[in-house]
């Protein structure tokens, strides 16, 4: 049989409940069973005492009884009277001597067995005896004494020969033993007694504290019994023993099972409740213990289904000190580890993002979060703006893919010395492009860098343009820097920004540029003044550009002076 | 009906030898008798009596005594031909008080001491069981018997009886533990002057069930 349990929590709890209800069940069933064992032990073992003693007390009586009638027979009255075959007297006689000794019944037989007096019956003479046995054990000279049946009523007979000298009759005396010497026993013994005759398969309840019918029972029921055994009779289950007390006769004790079990009863009662309530404290034990157990898997199935579903936000709170809490608590960290992970990921995916339009530095500052960088802010920067000479013409006449491999290899050539001198390239503008220094990331010398980067850009470039007029393009390189303040900040729209900066340093720059011819670099004077120390520059201004009202001092910068070696 | 008794057997061994070698023989005659028991062995107390054929001369009996000594009767069994008159004298040193109830002759000497003035005539033939009222086990036996001819067994189961005028008697033996039934039966026996005859009797006796005497309570005196 497969059971399937929908939750931990019930099968916890009804394999729990189960198991202890089986011990408990099985504890109470084998002190059950014991206890009425050794009740029935118990009152077996009455039944056999009393059975015993009664046995014994009879035997007792037996005895005194048979003393008192050799007494009787050894008087000479009576020998005198039976002697003569004096009936009157004889009857007489044995009266007078029955009550002397308290006996029941007395009776004279002579030596061929047939009554000659009889205390119950005083006319009765020249029936047979009715324990012919008896009289054949007295004979012999045995002790003669049994339980007979005379008539309907029962009696321990005792004979003795009544000598004269030699024997001349037989003097039977006996006491009853009917209803009223079982109504003693049981006030005794507190059992109930019965006298009962079997022979030949014949059962005859003569005496019985029972009642009418019970005793019916008895006879049909004692039919099938031993010794001892169970009856079932009004009023339950009786405990019984059959004890003989003559040839044919039997003594039958009997209890109610009922009646011995009744002490154990309250105890059994009480085991019962001890087992019940046991049974209700597991199932409490049980189903908070499954509490335990359930809350905190539930909670964490909760929050790795969050997670599952993307949210990494997620802390389990399982305050256990015990395996679940150790659980939630690698739950917690690995948890933690997706997030930094997702975070990293988010971050790179960003940066990545950044990268393709903006220089390293932005991007990484920008992926760092810092999205302030883009608002818009005013700084002092140093502006390059750099192109192709011709390139326009070249543009219009050469092949379009010898258009792109050029420009590929310029671009190639030019943008990582961009990155090199950390700039920020701000764009590019076909043939060229604009290159910003301090900002977003402020730089000690933006305008050093910026001259620095525009000589190497034009010496890279001027073995780009040898090898170009080698192919038949007469291009030149010219670039322009200029410093000043401009207002730096994210312009563009939803989808598409850019990181811009306007300004007259922009103009001024991108003018300087146009001014300047293959191989030139045209700086502003306040450039000039910046990297003085550093380049050789000679001066090519004042110069009228369009946009500014008054000319412009503009420097050429022809190369890097020769920097002193850093001492070691 | 001899043979369902099974009684008597009678094994009579008769041996008829005219004697005339001892001038001392008279014409008289004399039997031996014998009598055992159904294993063989000798019977004590036995009387072999022989009854003459026609009547019997009636001369005056002589006294018979019946003792009582050392509490007990003495002897066992006295046989006495009918009209003896017997005496018992009480030889111990306490009193007795002797009774019959026997149809032969009922009797009784209450408490008495010595020997009573006069003696108890047995007039009817017949045995006369003796008892003693306060000794449960004093038993003794008269038997009375019509023929004056009677011996009792010695311990060996032999008796003689003499002085027997030849002829052919009727024997019959008696034992107070005898069958009842066998008492009335009678051997023919023949008597011849000068030789013995013989007739022995085997019996079927009652197992002995007096009562048993028992010793005195020790130290004690008397009893």
Redesign the interface.
Known sequence: MAVHFRSFRSRLVVVFLGLFALIQATGYFAVTAFVRASARHTVDDELRLASTLFARQLDVRTQQLVAATRLLS?D?AL??AV??ADHATTASVLENHRQRVDADVLMLAALDGHVVADTQRPAHHGVPFPAPRLLAEAEA?RDASDVVAIGSNLYRLAVVPL??????AWLAAGFAIDDRAAADLRRLSGLHVSFVARRDGDVVVHASTLGAADRRTLASGLLALGAAGLLELDGGEHLVRIEPVGRDVVVVLQRPLAEALAPYDRMLLILLAVAAAGVLLALLGAALVARRVSRPVLTLARGARRVAAGDFDVAVKVPQRDELGELARTFNEMVGGLRERERVRDELERTAKLKRFFSPQLADALSAGDESLLASHRRQITVVFCDLRGFTAFAEAADPEEVMRLLHEYHATIGPLVFANEGTLERFTGDGLMVFFNDPVPCPDPAARAVRMAVAMRDAVATLLAEWRRRGHALGFGTGIAMGDATIGRIGFEGRFDYAAIGTVTNLSARLCQEARDGQILVSEPVHAEVESLVEAKNVGPLPLRGFARPIVVFDVLGLRPQPTEPP | MRRALATILGAVTLTLLIPCLTPAQTDRGRLDVLVKDERGKPVADAVVSLTPPGAIAGPPRPGAVMDQQGKEFVPLVLPVAVGTPVTFPNRDNIRHHVYSFSPAKRFELPLYIGTPAAPVVFDTPGSVVLGCNIHDWMLGYVYVLATPYFVKTAEDGKGRIGELAPGTYEARVWHPRLRAETEKTATPVTIAAGEPGQVSFVVALKPDRRPIRRPNYEGVQGN
Not at chain 1, 163 to 168: H, N, S, T, Y
């Open positions: 050894g000479f020998k005198t002697a003569t000279g000598l004269a000298p030699e024997p001349i």
